[in-house]
T-cell receptor, first 109, second 112 residues
């Protein structure tokens, strides 16, 4: 079993749709969690941190469920520019990050 | 503000040739530094990380090595490349007390 698992998709949604991604992790000692966005053939860019209390940034909402060991990313009112691969990252201690393989989103007009 | 540079952007090398990829960070001191590799369609695999000059931790045994000769310089090397070394190599940095990592533009390596 992988340490961090994501549904690879692809998720194909129309503009304006709401879409949610989940990411599960196996190590209960994991301490911090992030979502990154990666455009085709580009480097990943930090999208947002994930806290137990939830984290909202505009159309994006991230949630952490420690009991069930998963994190989620919700995108509301999808834009064409949201098309990308979304990577979840789980950290157990300083210097050791485990990335999921990513979920691909395509937003269509 | 902080910036991170990597070069070269693309590289085509024959099997058995040496490799040297360089990464430098500007605008911060004593960062944690990381080397990742990403195979096509996959997530990132942590190769090395460093918390200070000369301090390197290896995550995956392989024919690659890393060095940190200066505070903000991180180098990835190989004496003899294998076909399986092809991939997208990414350098990243973070503050000492943070898990937030920021990536350079990457080097796309093709071993032929």
């Amino acid at each position: 079993r992988k340490e961090v698992e994501q549904d690879p998709g692809p998720f194909n949604v129309p503009e304006g749709a709401t879409v949610a991604f989940n990411c599960t992790y196996s190590n209960s000692a994991s301490q911090s969690f992030f979502w990154y966005r990666q455009d085709c053939r580009k480097e990943p860019k930090l999208l947002m941190s994930v806290y137990s209390s939830g984290n909202e940034d505009g159309r994006f909402t991230a949630q952490l469920n420690r009991a069930s060991q998963y994190i989620s990313l919700l995108i509301r009112d999808s834009k064409l520019s949201d098309s990308a691969t979304y990577l979840c990252v789980v950290n157990t201690n300083a210097g050791k990050s485990t990335f999921g393989d990513g979920t691909t989103l395509t937003v269509k007009p | 503000s902080q910036t991170i540079h990597q070069w070269p952007a693309t590289l085509v090398q024959p099997v058995g040739s040496p490799l040297s990829l360089e990464c430098t960070v500007e605008g911060t001191s004593n960062p944690n530094l990381y080397w990742y590799r990403q195979a096509a369609g996959r997530g990132l695999q942590l190769l090395f990380y460093s918390v200070g000059i000369g301090q390197i931790s290896s995550e995956v045994p392989q024919n690659l090595s890393a060095s940190r000769p200066q505070d903000r310089q991180f180098i990835l090397s190989s004496k003899k490349l294998l076909l399986s070394d092809s991939g997208f190599y990414l350098c990243a940095w973070s503050q000492v007390d943070s898990y937030e990592q920021y990536f350079g533009p990457g080097t796309r390596l093709t071993v032929t």
